[in-house]
């Protein structure tokens, strides 16, 4: 059966993140069956595909539509997410004598944030898979996300989210006509009470990394990066990790570049810097050898509400690309982001979400202590904007 489905995408199976298992692409997957972790979706390219087609592409996301895993284009949930422009901040590398610093704004996709990538993915997987509806415990963004997808495609949306979340992302939520289930606590509190109500098994949960698609929404950002550069790479890439499927997604998209030539194997690829909140930094603590690994870590509440994942199910994933890339993690304080903010709008004019002004204190952090080099090329991710964050900074700009 599989052999017969004709698709533009070049998707062959899934893989276990942990033992390498194949499974299949043509049906519908959670988490791998042998380990019980995350699916990874591998390609196979059968003639060489030039680089040259993207050219005359809409400038989305799905211009990299060979290797992404939607079958039929008649599924494709869109609502123009992806191509983010990427901003280089000459005013700030001048005042910290940097060469090159640069950013890529996220907040400018669709629903404000990075997690339309994932979502639109995921939703359009889902619509393939003919299912009913859609399930997601989120500490904002993706919530909002995967509502706005849902309503596009005619697909129910539960959401199920922190008390404490700011109250854009809730009334977004509203507006997009999802049911909304608030919870005291995290992100796990609200993936247990999903589970609860999702018991039957009606609608597919998309939490992170528990389907295999939302990464796939997500490396869209590292094909970008190469395109808009010219496909050539920065030294260092920052990226806010709570899930961690963007660092995960970005390292991946690397690879498969060179696997298709549109990058050289010979270039360098970039040190992959996974930053995360003082008050939950779970990767930071096994990265460092604090704890065998985040399945028991307690975390609190951040400013920076999507780095409020106290064990994300994809922790060895993101170690591997730390240790891969030769990267490093570390964590901000709930008052070096609100620093981060400030110079980030003074200096830019930029109002980034909190997680964005976590990856640019981490950036001064480590250029203070040499770990890296003032003339290296330094790349940003912001993740969202920061106006869905008002009740978490508002008055807090005179430090």
């Given at each position: 059966m599989e052999s017969t489905i004709q698709t533009l995408s070049h998707i062959a199976h899934l893989t276990c993140s942990a033992c390498g298992n194949n499974h299949s692409a043509f049906q519908p997957q959670l988490l791998s069956t042998c380990c019980q972790l995350p699916l990874e979706s591998q390609y196979e390219i059968a003639e060489p595909l030039s680089k040259s087609i993207l050219s005359?592409?809409?400038?989305?996301m799905w211009r990299y539509r060979e290797m992404l895993p939607v079958f039929s284009d008649e599924n494709i949930v869109s609502l123009g997410e992806g191509f983010t422009p990427i901003l280089t901040l000459n005013n700030l590398a001048r005042k910290y004598s940097l060469s090159n610093l640069q950013l890529k704004d996220e907040g400018q996709n669709p629903t404000g944030s990075f997690k339309a990538r994932g979502l639109s993915m995921a939703i359009s997987k889902a619509k393939e898979f003919e299912t009913e509806g859609c399930i997601i415990p989120t500490a904002g963004n993706a919530g909002v996300a995967m509502a706005a997808y849902c309503a596009k495609a005619g697909m129910k949306a539960v959401v199920v989210m922190p008390r404490h979340t700011p109250k854009a992302f809730k009334e977004e939520c509203y507006w997009y006509g999802a049911d909304v289930q608030l919870v005291d606590g995290l992100i796990n509190d609200c993936a247990a009470r999903a589970k609860e109500l999702n018991a039957d098994g009606s609608l597919l949960d998309v939490s992170t990394l528990k389907e295999p698609y939302r990464l796939e929404g997500k490396k869209t950002m590292g094909y970008e990066i190469a395109e808009q550069l010219n496909w050539s790479l920065p030294d260092v890439i920052l990226y806010p990790a709570g899930g961690g499927t963007g660092l995960i997604g970005i390292w991946k998209a690397f690879k498969e570049m060179q696997q298709l030539g549109w990058l050289p194997k010979s270039i360098k690829l970039p040190r992959m810097i996974a930053v995360q909140a003082a008050n939950c930094q779970p990767l930071v603590e096994t990265y460092f050898g604090h704890q065998e690994n985040c399945k028991n870590y307690i975390?609190?509440?951040t400013i920076a509400n999507g780095l409020a994942v106290p064990r994300p199910l994809g922790e060895h994933m993101m170690l591997r690309v730390l240790h891969e890339s030769g990267g490093t993690a570390l964590s901000i304080t709930e008052q070096e982001m609100l620093e981060g903010l400030q110079e980030l709008g003074k200096k830019e004019g930029l109002f980034v979400a909190p997680e964005g002004?976590?990856?640019?204190?981490a950036a001064r952090k480590l250029v203070e202590a040499g770990k890296i080099d003032r003339d290296e090329k330094?790349?940003?991710l912001n993740t969202g904007s920061g106006q869905k964050y008002m009740d978490n900074?508002?008055?807090?700009?005179?430090?």
């Open positions: 005359a592409r809409p400038a989305t975390g609190k509440p002004a976590a990856v640019w204190m330094i790349m940003l900074v508002e008055g807090k700009y005179n430090l």
